[in-house]
């Protein structure tokens, strides 16, 4: 399973120590030690921390909460939202497998859920009726247009095909047919009588993102997030995450940072894409990676958001507490290889400037 960036992390803890000895001053509280995955410590609190492999590789990556300080770390709070970042390196993003382990103590919640980014990865399609055709070619498109028997290649059906099938026209509708009878019109050819069947196309191979490969999905296709019973006994378990090298698919499928500013002062279309195409009421997308602690009603007692945002070059990531806005310099590097550009891989901004509104990552 690939998520190749997830930075989560939540603390919480409770109450306040006396300092000892009588001072009457309170003490700060003590820092425990993270256990490790699969053993429970309340006094640890509800967090997530960072774990790779290759322990060498875990100074490249850098987790924190908001974005005042790249040294703070992320912890959650009791009746609040709190923003966290994952940043690294795009080669880092690329190229290395990690995991996030999560804790949660006993005495916290009683449900906790997981709920990673995904986002529209091709384009969709609300559909009710769609009629097609394969040609005397054999091709399957559209044939509107003379010559009559040969799809036409400037139209389709507003929606992402493969192999001339339909697939992100998604819903359950009456799909009519027609195919070249070579035989027909006395040898001329012709198409034959319409066949009509209603067929079922889910969303799910037109969505990308972490939780298309982790999560369960519903009978739509769509990533649901998970949930936990955990009262009176806690969690603490690892996310895992395949580097992206090994699926070939670039650092925007797992690197959701986004400035709403960039973006018309909202999130990028992907995130949350209207596939009825105007009507608003079809909407899909998580633009976050979230992980929340729920009581037994399933009220939300705490949450973190998270984003991974990637950076374009080393200069840039070990500068980032004094210029903290150049993760995405572009332009090329320095001779001898001055034709080799600095953003080696496109992240959401990248797509904005580009007019791309779905990547169209082939994940494999």
Not at 14 to 23: P, R
Not at 34 to 62: C, H, I, R, W
Not at 66 to 83: M, N, R, S, Y
């Amino acid at each position: 399973m690939l998520l190749s960036a997830l930075s989560i992390l939540v603390v919480c803890s409770c109450g306040k120590g006396d300092s000892g000895g009588g001072s009457g001053k309170p003490n700060k509280p003590a820092v425990v030690p993270a256990p490790p995955p699969g053993q429970v410590e309340d006094a640890a609190g509800f967090f997530v921390e960072l774990l790779t492999g290759n322990e060498s590789a875990k100074q490249f990556f850098n987790m924190h909460k908001g974005l005042a300080t790249f040294d703070e770390p992320c912890k959650g709070e009791l009746g609040k939202i709190v923003d966290c970042y994952l940043d690294a390196e795009e080669w880092t993003l690329f190229s290395q497998a990690y995991s996030l382990h999560y804790h949660v103590p006993s005495n916290m919640c009683a449900y906790v859920s997981v709920d990673p980014f995904y986002f529209v990865n091709r384009d969709t399609k609300w559909t009710t009726s769609l009629t097609k055709h394969t040609d005397r070619n054999g091709a399957v498109g559209i044939d509107i247009d003379a010559p009559i028997g040969e799809i036409d290649l400037d139209k389709n059906w507003g929606c992402y095909t493969e192999k001339g099938e339909p697939i992100c026209c998604v819903g359950e509708y009456p799909e009519t047919s027609f195919t070249w009878d070579p035989a027909a019109n006395d040898g001329a050819g012709a198409y034959g009588a319409p066949t009509t069947t209603v067929v079922t196309r889910n969303i799910d191979k037109c969505l990308g993102g972490p939780a298309t490969i982790s999560q369960p999905k519903t009978k739509f296709g769509v990533p649901r997030r998970t949930f936990k019973f955990v009262e009176g006994k806690g969690i603490s378990e690892e996310y895992k995450f395949d580097a992206l090298v090994d699926h070939q698919v670039g650092t925007g499928w797992v690197a959701n940072y986004f400035n709403p500013t960039e973006h018309g002062g909202s999130l990028p279309q992907a995130f949350d894409f209207d596939i009825d195409k105007g009507a608003g009421v079809k909407k899909y997308g998580q633009p976050y990676y979230i992980i929340a602690c729920h009581d037994s009603a399933w009220e939300t007692l705490a949450s973190i958001r998270i984003q991974i945002r990637e950076w374009n070059t080393k200069t840039n990531y070990m500068a980032r507490k004094t210029e903290p806005t150049k993760h995405d310099e572009v332009g090329f590097e320095s001779d001898p290889w001055a034709v080799e550009g600095r953003n080696d891989s496109l992240d959401w901004l990248d797509f904005q400037l580009s007019s791309t509104t779905h990547p169209n990552y082939d994940y494999q």
